[in-house]
């Protein structure tokens, strides 16, 4: 789904951040009720709460 490349880094501000961890949420809810994976958006949710 995802290719490794070029590591970019966004600054964002609390309320962008606090949206995109909720989006990132809700997809993964959604993908786990579809009985799908959610790998990919569990790395991503980690790197954000580092």
Do not use: P, Q
């Not at 880094?9 to 990132?24: F, G, I, K, P, T």
């Not at 786990?32 to 980690?46: F, P, R, V």
Request: aromatic content about 4%.
């Amino acid at each position: 789904m995802f290719k490794r490349g070029k590591k970019v880094r966004v600054e964002l501000s609390n309320a962008e951040l606090r949206l995109l961890r909720n989006s990132l949420i809700n997809s993964r809810n959604r993908l786990i009720s579809e009985g799908k994976y959610t790998d990919h958006i569990d790395e991503i949710l980690i790197m954000l709460m580092a």
